[in-house]
């Protein structure tokens, strides 16, 4: 569950619901009554990640149709129920979403004829696309993007587990960076080195904590998750 509006609750990965009928991978529910709602998008495949913009809601993952509305990243206009389009991109991994802006992360490296190397920026206003020069790579090649969270320093963000990242902007950094959101700048916050990989990154207000397959986080014995 990653989005919630004042009416529906969407909700994702669903493939039986309780009432015994069959709707694979999204559902929404109304919140006073936790009825099943009529919305139903019809995604092929495994729904990853949402987020609301104004009046429509953006889903991405593994599907290739919404209905019959191609491609890995769709969005639809939640009164009128009409496809909103935007340009093919390959798996969105993530997408978190702050007052002024999308961000979205994945598999990909172009954003329409711009370049974006697995991490593109929308105005949340419009979903239009605004430039985000983060300068993440592996080994100066394309990284691909796992998971984002937007925290009161910044966005934290984590490498796809089969395509890390080791540089951004040169500086040489663990599969996880702190990215200023206004400019894309890297900022200068990194956790403490460790024997592992990261995974998934949790920001709150000031805190963050990072989940993965690691042991030590510095001195202190760590099991996958450390604060």
């Not at 991490?119 to 985000?132: A, G, P, V």
Request: glycine share 12%.
């Amino acid at each position: 569950m990653t989005g919630v509006q004042t009416c529906a609750l969407p909700i994702l990965g669903v493939k039986q619901l309780s009432t015994g009928l069959t709707q694979p991978y999204m559902v929404s529910l109304e919140l006073q009554t936790d009825k099943l709602t009529d919305w139903d998008p019809s995604p092929n495949g495994d729904v990853y990640t949402l987020s609301f913009s104004g009046g429509n809601i953006l889903l991405s993952g593994d599907f290739l149709f919404l209905k019959h509305y191609p491609y890995f990243l769709g969005g639809i206009d939640i009164n009128t129920k009409q496809y909103v389009q935007f340009p093919n991109v390959y798996t969105v991994h993530s997408i978190v979403a702050s007052d002024k802006y999308i961000f979205m992360g994945g598999d990909f490296s172009h954003y329409g004829d711009s370049t974006v190397n697995g991490l593109c920026r929308l105005k949340r206003k419009d979903l239009s696309f605004t430039h985000f020069n983060h300068k993440i790579s592996s080994n100066d090649k394309e990284a691909a993007i796992g998971m984002m969270s937007l925290g009161d320093n910044g966005l934290y963000v984590v490498g796809y587990h089969s395509n890390m990242f080791n540089l951004v902007a040169g500086a040489g950094r663990q599969n996880i960076c702190l990215l200023d959101p206004g400019t894309g700048h890297l900022k200068g916050w990194t956790p403490p080195p460790f024997n592992g990989e990261v995974y998934r990154v949790f920001a709150s207000g000031s805190d963050v904590a990072i989940s993965g397959k690691f042991g030590l986080m510095p001195a202190w014995k760590r099991y996958r998750l450390a604060k």
